[in-house]
């Protein structure tokens, strides 16, 4: 069964660079059926995704976040990563990576994360 | 402000049953198929409906989902204690170009 695991700094300072990992375990992070990806919860709020990344590189963002959030991926760790600049307070969150099935469907799209990790809570506090 | 747009909150009594509604627009809803997660406190979400109304293995039938032009709901039947979560639509969006989320319904077991 294929698990996902969020690595990273539990606190950080404004205006630091938050750099999280998150590692894909009994299993490929080369399938051509899944994008990779990060969503953040505020404490007390609702969900948000920032981006995700395809195993080739392709990506998308939010755009609301987009200047400051950079997904990457590297297939022979299997793990993909997220980089968030010049943090501020309101950045404090629960970051979950999760895997998301993706394709077309009755001309539309369909695209939902099926696999989530545990998250990990980042503070960002002076 | 989400994109998605959900009620806050959302209660019942074990037995009952409850629907839960997700309203969106043409370039989200209206164009692509909608997920629900189930988060429960403290925990991950989790993928309950899928593609409008599939769902993963071992999430029980008494949860469906059904979605009518730009808007979506959840209907959960013969509701149990362990349902009381917070419960979030999404789906894919054509003018963001990527997934969205509704800001959640907290429902509560009376």
């Known amino acids: 069964q294929l698990q996902l695991q969020e690595s990273g700094p539990g606190l950080m300072k404004p205006s630091e660079t938050l750099s999280l990992t998150c590692s894909v375990y009994s299993g490929s992070i080369s399938s051509s059926s899944y994008y990779w990806g990060w969503i953040r919860q505020p404490p007390g709020k609702g969900l948000e995704w920032l981006g995700s990344i395809y195993f080739s590189g392709n990506t998308y963002y939010n755009p609301s976040l987009r200047s400051r959030v950079t997904v990457s991926v590297d297939t022979s760790k299997k793990q993909f990563s997220l980089k968030l600049t010049s943090v501020t307070a309101t950045d404090t969150a629960v970051y979950y990576c999760?895997?998301?099935?993706?394709?077309?469907?009755?001309?539309?799209?369909?695209?939902?994360?099926?696999?989530w990790g545990r998250g990990t809570l980042v503070t960002v506090s002076s | 402000q989400s994109v998605l747009t959900q009620p806050p909150s959302a209660s019942g009594t074990p037995g009952q049953s409850v629907t839960m509604f997700c309203s969106g627009s043409g370039s989200n809803i209206g164009s692509n198929s909608v997920n629900w997660y189930q988060q429960v406190s403290g925990t991950a979400p989790k993928l309950l409906i899928y593609?409008?109304?599939q769902r993963p293995s071992g999430v029980p039938d008494r949860f469906s989902g059904s979605k009518s032009g730009a808007s979506a709901s959840l209907a959960i039947s013969g509701l149990q204690s362990e349902d009381e979560a917070d419960y979030y639509c999404a789906t894919w969006d054509d003018s963001l170009n990527g997934p969205v989320f509704g800001g959640g319904t907290k429902l509560t077991v009376l």
């Open positions: 999760a895997r998301s099935r993706w394709g077309g469907f009755n001309s539309g799209w369909y695209w939902y994360f099926d696999l």
């Open positions: 593609r409008n109304n």
